[in-house]
């Protein structure tokens, strides 16, 4: 059980980043998509590759919106959706609902490491 419990709040944590970066991204595309970077010289190059980064925080997005339920050993299941940790009986009553806490600063600053990785890593293609 505690294996399963420990599964599931780490595959919570790894959707709530996802999530946050998700949001952080899409609004720094939605700033890019309203003439910035045209202005900058960058043109349609970098709308294509705004285009191409939207497609994977699609693949993100439906990650963070999936559903994930595990069985417990009293004839229960487990439900996990985005950071909320649900557990029913048998008969499907819910016994105890959790809110797993994340810390949203550490969470924040790693976001911003992917993206500046993910930003360099654009940028090393366009070169190619």
Do not use: P, W
């Not at 550490?106 to 490491?113: N, P, S, V």
Request: charged residues 35%.
């Amino acid at each position: 059980m505690k294996k399963t419990m420990f599964v599931v709040m780490l595959t919570a944590m790894c959707l709530a980043i996802y999530g946050i970066s998700l949001a952080a991204d899409i609004n720094e595309a939605k700033g890019s998509m309203m003439g910035k970077d045209a202005m900058a010289g960058k043109g349609m190059m970098m709308h294509k590759m705004d285009k191409d980064h939207m497609g994977k925080h699609c693949m993100m997005r439906e990650k963070m919106m999936q559903r994930d339920m595990v069985a417990a050993k009293d004839g229960g299941v487990i439900l996990l959706i985005g950071n909320q940790l649900m557990k029913y009986d048998k008969d499907l009553n819910l016994v105890k609902e959790v809110e797993i806490k994340v810390d949203m600063e550490t969470m924040m600053k790693k976001m911003k490491e992917y993206r500046e990785m993910m930003k360099k890593n654009d940028m090393d293609m366009g070169e190619e």
